[in-house]
């Protein structure tokens, strides 16, 4: 978005906060406005869409009624030209001139009433029908109104005109919508303490996921019709820009796409905005494509397969509530979550207190097989999916699980303090079932925690951004996968290993090897020890113990039954780079100082 739709942008959001801080004060808290905010910009924003068309609806309307037609939906949207509409009598600016408050608030409802089902159940999650006594009752409703619709905004697509024929006040095309629906949850999440980065993800981080997914594989990709998925989509802003990219492709290599979005979400009022959203691009098919619910416990698109999938599922958050719906974690058994590995059941199930990696899982289920790119995964996580868990653990497992397939095509470790809501580091996971030659057997780590711009404000805990030029570095580094200072090439089972217990032998008092019944020798458990043996440790276990252990524990041996494989990656390990230590004159000359400062310190404490 260039720096003139960034302004625009702002100033309309800046208008609907005042909106929030001139009618809603002394009657919601600052926390609360955004209950009636965030449906009312959706609402005109509506509303202005269906305005050329209004007239014809409510004809089309009135005969359908007359030739008593009870299935309406199809000819009033034909009518409207989208695919959603509303039979009232009203647009909103009509509501504007009712002086009693119970006719106002009769003639909204009825305006309310006549929405398509499909934005009845988008103002269904915004539960923005129970805040209309409140407005009524405060004697708000009309002002609010009146704000929306004023002249000093325009929420429509189309330019509004001067009297002379010029440009007054430019139209907002959809993507310029998103980013304002953003900076408005964005906003009233700071006011709310919320999380905003729960509820999407900073245009440069998603721009950068969608380069990782489709740019490795963008002279490849065929006329045809392509399926782009999130299972965590929020307000719809990976669908959106994945769309937008994808697009731009086809018309750089002079190819034909059909791109269909599909999406999962379980916030309501996130749900509401990214299917109004997707309704207001003329999506009405692809509107139905987004399902309300967890991704976890209510999977919307089981047996579904899809080429491209980019998310940014929650991390650090609890997944009980899922669990229990499952049946209890122990007895879950949904094939995404417990799959068939090596001939053996593999669980992937996490500790309750972070479903993330589950959601990773979903979308790795979800990969087709027979087609020539296969799928490509984007998906940013928090770092403890990179080692969190031993082996055995569902996490290390998962690990595993897309290792010892060979799925993990990259990570990339990202600048700290680059999204909305938390500081900490975070990795995107590129994978794909159908990597390059040159790629397979192999895990390319990428350092781009340098490749950052300063904000010249800090947005939340955001305080940097990627630019343009370090996008485009990133992604050459994934492109052209050689090693360098920021990218490391490892093969994959160097991230394995074996969990091994080595036990030793219990002495009694009088020192000889307390034996079991079965005449072997019975373990101490208080010399218990587990020991981490790397995949490529030369020779295996085997080697393990001759070089390690028994040198200094000649009577020790390998509990077999209790061998586990594991499985996980340190950045740190491989991009680690020590801190230089400053000079020992250095330190003097500053203690010195420090001497000088405080002698002056104690005299002056000392005179008073």
Same mark, same amino acid.
């Given at each position: 978005?260039n @720096?003139i739709?960034?302004? @625009? $942008?702002?100033?309309?959001?800046?208008?609907?906060?005042?909106?929030a801080?001139?009618?809603?004060?002394?009657?919601?808290?600052?926390?609360?406005?955004?209950?009636?905010? &965030?449906?009312m910009?959706?609402?005109?924003r509506?509303?202005?869409?269906?305005?050329?068309?209004?007239?014809? !609806?409510?004809a @089309?309307?009135?005969?359908l009624?007359?030739?008593?037609?009870?299935?309406?939906?199809?000819?009033?949207?034909?009518?409207?030209?989208?695919a959603?509409?509303?039979?009232?009598?009203?647009?909103?600016?009509?509501?504007?001139?009712?002086?009693?408050?119970?006719?106002l608030?009769?003639?909204?409802?009825a305006y309310?009433?006549?929405?398509?089902?499909?934005?009845?159940?988008?103002?269904?999650?915004?539960?923005?029908?129970?805040?209309i006594?409140?407005? #009524?009752?405060?004697g708000i409703?009309?002002?609010v109104?009146?704000k929306?619709?004023?002249?000093?905004?325009?929420?429509s697509?189309? =330019?509004?005109?001067?009297?002379?024929?010029?440009?007054?006040?430019?139209?907002?095309?959809?993507?310029?919508?998103?980013?304002?629906f953003?900076?408005l949850l964005? *906003?009233?999440n700071?006011e709310?303490?919320?999380?905003?980065?729960?509820?999407?993800?900073?245009?440069?981080?998603?721009e950068l996921?969608?380069?990782? !997914?489709?740019?490795?594989?963008?002279?490849?990709i065929?006329?045809?019709?392509?399926?782009?998925?999130?299972?965590?989509c929020?307000?719809?802003?990976?669908?959106?820009?994945?769309?937008?990219r994808l697009?731009? &492709?086809a018309?750089?290599?002079n190819?034909?796409?059909?791109v269909?979005l599909?999406?999962?979400?379980t916030?309501p009022?996130?749900?509401?905005?990214?299917?109004?959203?997707?309704?207001l691009?003329g999506?009405?098919?692809?509107?139905e494509?987004?399902?309300y619910g967890s991704?976890?416990?209510n999977?919307?698109f089981?047996?579904?397969?899809?080429?491209?999938?980019?998310?940014?599922?929650?991390?650090?958050?609890?997944?009980k509530? +899922?669990a229990? *719906?499952?049946?209890?974690?122990?007895?879950?058994?949904?094939p995404r979550?417990?799959?068939l590995?090596?001939?053996?059941? &593999?669980?992937l #199930?996490?500790?309750v207190? +972070?479903?993330?990696m589950?959601?990773?899982?979903?979308?790795?289920?979800?990969?087709k097989?027979?087609?020539?790119?296969g799928?490509r995964?984007?998906e940013?996580?928090?770092?403890?999916s990179?080692?969190t868990?031993?082996a055995g653990?569902?996490?290390?497992?998962?690990?595993?699980?897309?290792i010892?397939? =060979?799925? $993990?095509?990259?990570?990339?470790?990202l600048?700290?303090?680059?999204?909305?809501?938390t500081?900490?580091?975070?990795?995107?996971? !590129?994978?794909?079932?159908?990597?390059?030659?040159?790629?397979?057997?192999?895990?390319?780590?990428?350092?781009?925690?340098?490749f950052?711009t300063p904000?010249?404000?800090?947005l939340?805990?955001?305080n940097?951004?990627?630019?343009?030029?370090?996008?485009?570095?990133?992604?050459?580094l994934?492109?052209?996968f050689?090693?360098?200072e920021?990218?490391?090439i490892?093969r994959?089972?160097?991230?394995?290993?074996?969990?091994?217990?080595v036990?030793?032998p219990?002495?009694?008092?009088?020192?000889?090897?307390?034996?079991?019944?079965?005449?072997?020798p019975?373990?101490?458990?208080?010399?218990?020890?587990?020991?981490m043996v790397?995949?490529v440790?030369?020779?295996?276990?085997?080697?393990?113990?001759?070089?390690? !252990?028994?040198?200094?524990?000649?009577?020790?041996? $390998? +509990?077999d039954?209790?061998?586990?494989?594991?499985c996980?990656?340190s950045?740190t390990?491989?991009?680690y780079?020590?801190?230089?230590l400053r000079?020992? +004159?250095e330190i003097?000359?500053?203690i010195?100082?420090?001497?000088?400062?405080?002698?002056?310190?104690?005299?002056?404490?000392?005179r008073?």
């Open positions: 978005m @720096q739709h960034a302004a @625009q $942008v702002s100033k309309i959001a800046s208008f609907i906060w005042n909106i801080d001139d009618c809603l004060r002394d009657v919601y808290s600052r926390g609360k406005y955004r209950d009636v905010i &965030l449906p910009t959706v609402i005109r509506i509303d202005a869409v269906l305005e050329p068309t209004k007239e014809k !609806v409510i @089309q309307k009135k005969m009624d007359k030739a008593n037609i009870k299935a309406q939906s199809d000819a009033l949207c034909l009518a409207s030209g989208q959603f509409y509303n039979s009232s009598p009203f647009c909103l600016k009509d509501l504007t001139s009712r002086a009693k408050p119970q006719q608030k009769a003639d909204f409802i309310l009433d006549g929405y398509s089902p499909n934005i009845q159940e988008i103002l269904n999650k915004f539960k923005f029908r129970n805040q006594d409140t407005m #009524i009752e405060a409703l009309g002002a109104i009146e929306f619709v004023s002249s000093e905004i325009n929420l697509m189309n =330019d509004i005109l001067d009297k002379q024929g010029g440009v007054r006040m430019p139209g907002l095309d959809n993507h310029m919508m998103g980013t304002l953003e900076e964005r *906003k009233f700071e709310n303490n919320e999380e905003a980065g729960e509820h999407f993800t900073p245009r440069d981080v998603v996921m969608a380069d990782l !997914v489709f740019m490795p594989i963008a002279d490849k065929e006329d045809g019709t392509y399926l782009l998925y999130d299972d965590a929020g307000t719809g802003g990976m669908l959106t820009v994945g769309e937008q697009n731009e &492709l018309i750089k290599y190819k034909k796409f059909s269909h599909f999406g999962q979400e916030v009022e996130t749900y509401a905005i990214c299917k109004s959203d997707m309704l691009k999506k009405g098919e692809q509107a494509h987004i399902f991704t976890l416990s999977d919307g089981a047996g579904h397969e899809f080429d491209f999938m980019i998310s940014n599922p929650p991390y650090g958050k609890s997944w509530t +899922d229990e *719906k499952m049946g209890g974690k122990k007895d879950i058994s949904d979550f417990v799959v590995h090596k001939n053996e059941e &593999l669980s #199930i996490p500790r207190s +972070d479903g993330q589950l959601f990773l899982a979903n979308n790795v289920s979800k990969m097989s027979k087609t020539k790119l799928s995964i984007a940013v996580h928090n770092g403890s990179l080692f868990g031993d653990s569902g996490e290390s497992n998962f690990r595993r699980y897309i010892e397939n =060979d799925l $993990v095509e990259a990570i990339i470790a600048p700290e303090n680059i999204f909305y809501n500081g900490i580091a975070t990795y995107i996971w !590129v994978l794909s079932n159908k990597k390059s030659e040159s790629r397979r057997g192999k895990v390319q780590l990428i350092d781009a925690t340098s950052k904000l010249r404000k800090n939340g805990k955001k940097c951004e990627v630019s343009f030029e370090q996008k485009n570095e990133i992604v050459k994934l492109i052209d050689k090693e360098n920021f990218s490391k490892f994959n089972e160097e991230f394995l290993y074996w969990s091994i217990t036990e030793r219990k002495v009694d008092e009088a020192g000889n090897v307390v034996k079991d019944k079965k005449g072997s019975k373990a101490d458990a208080d010399l218990r020890d587990v020991e790397p995949y440790y030369e020779g295996g276990i085997e080697a393990f113990m001759k070089n390690e !252990v028994l040198p200094y524990s000649p009577d020790a041996w $390998v +509990d039954k209790k061998t586990e494989t594991g996980e990656l950045f390990k491989y991009f780079k020590p801190v230089e000079s020992l +004159d003097v000359a500053d010195r100082a420090l001497e000088k400062e405080s002698d002056g310190m104690l005299e002056d404490i000392l008073d």
